[in-house]
Nanobody, 115 residues
């Protein structure tokens, strides 16, 4: 059974850091491109970062230089290290992968940034 479980969200002051984790099960994790998306209230879900096996990464322009996506294939886990957080970074962060035309999502983890 495919499952994605995110953790690590919370409340942080502007300028602070958080590390999100997403544990995947039921997939060939080491061969799978993994994504982090976020959705702020009233806004569309947007792609934040992507990691392509074995380790190429892509980032949204708004997070380049502040966020780092990484993976630990031994733990079936993808991480998102978020530094210098700003209020615009707040929202629900989702772990995602796609197989063919099917998207799989975790339940999301809330990130709140106070100014």
């Amino acid at each position: 059974q495919v499952q994605l479980v995110e953790s690590g969200g919370g409340l942080v002051q502007a300028g602070g850091s958080l590390r999100l984790s997403c544990v995947a099960s039921g997939i060939m994790f080491r061969l799978t491109t993994m994504n982090w998306y976020r959705q702020a209230p009233g806004k569309q879900r947007e792609l934040v970062a992507r990691i392509i096996p074995p380790g190429d990464t892509n980032y949204a322009d708004s997070v380049k230089g502040r966020f780092t996506i990484s993976r630990d294939n031994a733990k079936n886990t993808v991480y998102l290290q978020m530094n210098s957080l700003q209020p615009d970074d707040a929202g629900v962060y989702y772990c995602n992968f796609r197989i063919a035309t099917s998207d799989y999502w975790g339940q999301g983890t809330q990130v709140t940034v106070s100014s």
